[in-house]
Nanobody, 122 residues
Framework: QVQLVESGGGLVQAGGSMRLSCVLS????????VAWFRQTPEKEREFVAA?????GYSDSVKGRFTISRDNAKSTVFLQMNNLETDDTAVYYC??????????????????WGQGTQVTVSS
């Protein structure tokens, strides 16, 4: 059974940086696409970035966030720079069997982490 564990959330001031990590276990890491989503109480779960075959970003984070993966450590990172208060959310990593495309709908991901809170203060 594939499991995902996120880490790296916390409190940061606007304009600051933070890096999230997501470790995948229970499967062959390179068989999976991994994505980051985020959610607030006011909004539905929102796609942020994905990697595996192709890499893609939502318009709201393009140029500020970078997704990367370390296959040796079965880990995907989300480097977040120039953070804004609107980036405040619970961030989730998600995985699905690899495809050559960036998959955006959250319903197409089979495995989810428990989430990590990111709070950006003004």
């Amino acid at each position: 059974q594939v499991q995902l564990v996120e880490s790296g959330g916390g409190l940061v001031q606007a304009g600051g940086s933070m890096r999230l990590s997501c470790v995948l276990s229970g499967g062959t890491f390179t068989d999976y696409n991994v994505a980051w989503f985020r959610q607030t109480p006011e909004k539905e779960r929102e796609f942020v970035a994905a990697t595996g075959g192709s890499t893609g970003y939502s318009d709201s984070v393009k140029g500020r966030f970078t997704i990367s993966r370390d296959n040796a450590k079965s880990t995907v990172f989300l480097q977040m720079n120039n953070l804004e208060t609107d980036d405040t959310a619970v961030y989730y990593c998600a995985a699905r069997l690899a495809s050559g495309m960036v998959i955006i709908p959250s319903s197409l991901y089979n495995y989810w982490g428990q989430g990590t809170q990111v709070t950006v203060s003004s």
